[in-house]
C-alpha cells in the first residue's frame, strides 16, 4: 500500500513538471486557448464553433432555442433570424440563365457539387444527376440545361 502511494505521488509529480514545461513553451497558444470566447450574436460575429454556444437560461426558466442552442442548429437558427438560409435548402442557384452563353452558376465550398436537374419552366422531366465542377461546365441531356460551379471556399483549397 506505502510503496504504491508513492509511486503515485511521484508519477504526479512528473505530470506537474511536464505541463509547466509545455504551458512555458506555449504560453502564446495557451493564452489564445484560455480567452473567453463571445457567443455570437448574429451571423458576423460568428468566429468558430466556440462562438456558437448559447448563453443558457436563468433557473427556473425554461430555456428558448436562442438560449441554448449550440454548433450547427445555432448557426442556422441565427440566420434564420437575419433571413439567411445558411444551408441552401431553399434556392442553391440564383445565378445565370442556364444558357452555354450564361450557365447557372451552382455555389460550392469544396469545388464541385451534384446537381439534380428536372428540366425548364417549358418542359420538365425526371431528376437528372450531374457532377458539376469548377471549370468545365455540366450540361443537361434531357433539356440542355447548362450549369457553372461557382467556388467560394479559400482560394487553392479545392478539390
Ligand atoms: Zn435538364
Known sequence: MLSRSLRLTSRQTRCLSTSKVLSNKTAD??????RTVKTAKDLQEVTGPASLIGPGAKPGVIPTDLDQSTGLQRLELLGKREGIDVFDMEMPITEGKGTMADPFL??????????????????DHK???MKVEEGKPARCWQCGTVLKAKYLGEPGMAH
Not at 29 to 34: I, K, N
Open 29 to 34: 497558444y495557451a493564452s489564445e486557448a484560455t
Open 106 to 123: 451552382v455555389p460550392t465550398y469544396i469545388g464541385y457539387r451534384y446537381v439534380g436537374c428536372k428540366g425548364t419552366a417549358q418542359q
Open 127 to 129: 431528376p437528372y444527376w
